[in-house]
């Protein structure tokens, strides 16, 4: 999905569907990324080095075009909603991996995208950071009734999920709701 998603592969069968509309006309009408209401979680963060907490949230909101007056309000409440409200002037280096793990999860919910890819989100984290990034994210899904689509090849979070696919070799083998 990431590659589809990057414009690595095409789509050969099915649709995919985001608010009722087909992400392939999004794409083919040259629609920018950053309209496509879709946030990202990346395992490695992605977060500009150069920048504090607090501009790293509001990168997000300035590359849609937000005015400055209503980034100044977001971006407070949201470092406030994923825990970091006291570092907002720390940098990347300056934080844990959990840390930044939270500002990019920030970053990616911001602009309040109806869906959310995150890519192995925990898989740089300790088991305690694992914990809070995935309570983090179920908690503004329901929240902001945000889909999350979360790869992962750790089987205690994919069970922490409403629903499961499992994909080997590129085939989906499985789906369900967990729990079942």
């Known amino acids: 999905l990431m590659k589809l998603l990057q414009k690595e592969l095409d789509v050969t069968s099915g649709q995919i569907i985001v608010n009722g509309q087909d992400y ?8 920018p990324k950053f309209r496509r209401q879709m946030g ?3 395992q490695d963060f992605r977060l500009l080095k150069d920048r504090n907490v607090y501009d790293n949230v509001a990168f997000a909101q300035k590359v849609v075009g937000e005015p400055n007056s209503h980034i ?3 971006v407070p409440l949201m470092l406030s909603m ?4 006291a570092k907002y002037r720390s940098f ?19 602009t309040r995208p109806s869906l959310i890819l995150a890519d192995e989100p925990t898989g740089n984290l ?4 694992s914990s809070e990034v995935i309570a983090l994210l179920k908690e503004t899904s329901k929240k902001y009734e945000q889909t ?12 922490t999920a409403d629903r499961v696919l499992q994909v080997s070799d590129g085939t989906l083998t499985d789906f369900g709701r967990c729990r079942e």
């Not at 392939?24 to 629609?31: E, F, M, Y």
């Not at 994923?82 to 409200?85: D, S, T, Y």
């Not at 990347?92 to 911001?110: D, F, H, M, T, Y």
């Open 126 to 129: 300790d088991s305690q950071n």
């Open 92 to 110: 990347p280096k300056q934080l844990s991996g959990g840390e930044q793990q939270r500002v990019a999860i920030g970053r990616a919910l911001i």
């Open 82 to 85: 994923v825990g970091l409200a």
């Open 40 to 42: 990202m979680v990346f």
């Open 72 to 74: 100044k309000k977001k």
């Open 24 to 31: 392939k006309k999004l794409t083919q009408r040259n629609l």
């Open 148 to 159: 999350i689509i979360m790869i992962t090849h750790n089987r205690s979070i994919a069970q």
